[in-house]
């Protein structure tokens, strides 16, 4: 049996029981949910490793369970949906979701961006292996602008005294900026730099990660240059 768990959050018992069907033949493993409400208390005590995640939802809708999930982690989030409108994909990107599979949708395709999301994500992840670790360990470098340390090994971030809380895309955002101060880079860059190159929703996600960013670290020299982008300005932001 594969080692990830699977949620799937659908109030329709056919699609929920198909969609877990398909991915147990993949050997994944799976809970089936039929509320939004349901699923907050899974990821409370027992977060899965991937969801997927029906937008239509009784009670508490998909988006704001996105919401509060993304507000946490940044577990991988595949949001479904009938709705083929433009601007509830964005929506639901910019709340956090990282991949938007309109219904009716091909079972083997969904299985296919699990796979992707997975092997994205998870990649990510420092080996759990002790050797493995301590060769990390003596690998660790720092990157530092300003006020700003980052430790990409260890995936950690200070401004100051202060260790910032960061998700896995406000890291690597923070990141892409810390190692090219005062490089202005464009929302599509930052797009495939921190989304990939696959990635179809709207560069308004890049304003909204950007938005968390400064919500944690108020003083961070990250500046808009207009008609273009963004950048991480070298020398600002220092604290005394």
Request: charged residues 30%.
């Amino acid at each position: 049996m594969n080692e990830y768990m699977i949620a799937v959050v659908d109030d329709d018992s056919n699609i929920r029981g198909l969609v877990e069907a398909y991915l147990h033949k993949e050997h994944f493993q799976t809970v089936g949910l039929g509320s939004a409400e349901e699923a907050w208390e899974l990821w409370r005590n027992d977060p899965p490793d991937l969801w997927v995640l029906d937008i239509m939802l009784p009670g508490m809708d998909g988006y704001e369970l996105c919401r509060r999930i993304r507000s946490e982690a940044d577990v991988p989030i595949i949001m479904i949906s009938a709705k083929d409108n433009e601007v509830d994909k964005i929506l639901g990107l910019e709340l956090g979701g990282d991949d938007y599979l309109v219904k009716p949708f091909s079972p083997r395709e969904l299985v296919a961006r699990v796979k992707r999301q997975l092997q994205r994500w998870y990649k990510q992840r420092p080996a759990d292996d002790p050797a493995s670790a301590q060769a990390a360990s003596a690998a660790q470098h720092s990157v530092d602008v300003g006020s700003l340390r980052m430790l990409p090994d260890e995936r950690r971030a200070f401004f100051g005294k202060d260790e910032l809380d960061l998700t896995f895309k406000e890291f690597d955002l923070l990141r892409v900026f810390a190692e090219h101060p005062n490089r202005a880079f464009t929302r599509e860059e930052l797009l495939v730099l921190v989304w990939g190159d696959d990635y179809f929703g709207s560069d308004r996600a890049v304003d909204h990660l950007i938005k968390r960013l400064r919500k944690k670290a108020d003083q961070l020299p990250i500046e808009a240059v207009w008609g273009h982008g963004y950048r991480l300005r070298s020398g600002g932001g220092e604290e005394a």
